[in-house]
């Protein structure tokens, strides 16, 4: 059994590396191949004035003088090296470009993550206990259309209603000028944001919730429970969303991914200074080591979510394990 397990996630880890691997190809490949010139990031206007020698100088220095496989090869021996490169436009290692945004998105993305988790919960719930109410409708009916909106055109709506016309709330940025220490205010830099990355994804997964806890409510245990008189109350939020639990914990880990994407729309629309506006600027000023490291980071974090969702639901299902049992049991035989 052990050795089974071990096998298991062995196969696991190498499905990992070979992703990530494939996955800083294609996006070293694609992003020398896109349009752009990446001396203008690093030296600025004076490229225009660059002669011929001198732009030929440039390219060699930075190492883009080379074909694109050499360029990778080079890249892959310093990754593993610990060396991510220089970021042309910021003029420091991509690493503390990094870091110096990481803690914002973490901020922003973390919250939204728990705000999500907790609403989507709370929001099913309350619409499996009222189901084919008015609550119940009127929840179903606004949710399907809030999701439909596209979050970069309800960020535009919000800053127009709440900072052009309201002047309520600030359009943009994480804190103001010399108040980033200021709790209170860094929180007014977060709700415009924060209300489209919740809005955009909290009724999708309180929908799931709703679905799931319906499901559980017409099961027989239900039924037998109700017949010996034990309250709905008790039954809901103690057995079915007992039931409930670990299969909506592995659509959280799936739901990491898309609150992720949905947090970098954000922090573009918003100018928020996370890893979104980053990846932004590097794809814009063809900064390719910065480039690599975000999309590097950003596709382990979905691959990590995805494979972690699937162990889960296989820890879960019986039959999922069953199925993968009798699978390695047909290998065995046939060898």
Not at 93 to 102: A, F, G, I, P, W
Not at 118 to 123: D, H, I, T, V
Not at 218 to 231: E, F, P, Q, S, T
Request: hydrophobic share 45%; proline share 3%; charged share 20%.
């Amino acid at each position: 059994m052990r050795g089974e397990r071990m096998l298991y996630y062995g196969k696991k880890l190498v499905i990992f590396m070979i992703s990530v691997g494939l996955l800083s190809l294609v996006t070293f490949y694609v992003s020398r191949l896109a349009p752009g010139d990446p001396l203008f990031s690093y030296y600025g206007e004076r490229v225009e004035k660059m002669s011929p020698e001198e732009r030929e100088w440039a390219e060699e220095k930075l190492g883009l003088n080379d074909k694109i496989s050499v360029q990778y090869s080079r890249w892959i021996h310093q990754v593993f090296h610990g060396n991510f490169g220089r970021s042309y436009k910021y003029k420091m290692d991509v690493l503390d470009v990094l870091k110096s945004r990481l803690g914002n998105t973490l901020l922003l993305g973390g919250t939204g993550f728990l705000i999500i988790f907790a609403g989507a919960l709370l929001l099913g719930v309350i619409c499996a206990w009222k189901e084919g109410g008015w609550l119940d409708k009127i929840i179903c009916k606004a949710g399907t259309i809030i999701s439909c909106v596209p979050e970069f055109w309800l960020a535009l709506v919000l800053i127009l209603v709440f900072s052009v016309s309201l002047r309520w709330l600030p359009s943009s940025g994480a804190y103001a000028v010399g108040q980033e220490k200021n709790i209170s205010d860094r929180i007014l830099h977060m709700i415009l944001p924060l209300t489209v990355i919740v809005t955009e994804h909290l009724w999708y997964y309180g929908y799931m919730v709703r679905n799931k806890m319906l499901d559980e409510i017409r099961a027989d245990y239900v039924l037998m429970a109700k017949a010996k008189g034990i309250k709905k109350s008790r039954i809901m939020l103690v057995h079915c969303m007992r039931n409930i639990m670990p299969s909506y914990l592995s659509i959280m880990a799936i739901s990491v991914t898309h609150i992720m994407g949905g947090t970098y729309v954000a922090e573009t629309v918003f100018s928020y200074p996370g890893i979104g506006t980053l990846a932004y600027e590097s794809a814009r000023y063809k900064d390719y080591n910065l480039l690599m490291i975000i999309s590097l980071m950003s596709g382990i974090i979905i691959i990590a979510c995805n494979m972690a969702a699937q162990i889960l639901n296989e820890r879960i299902d019986p039959r999922m394990r069953i199925s993968r049992q009798s699978e390695m049991q047909e290998v065995d035989n046939y060898e």
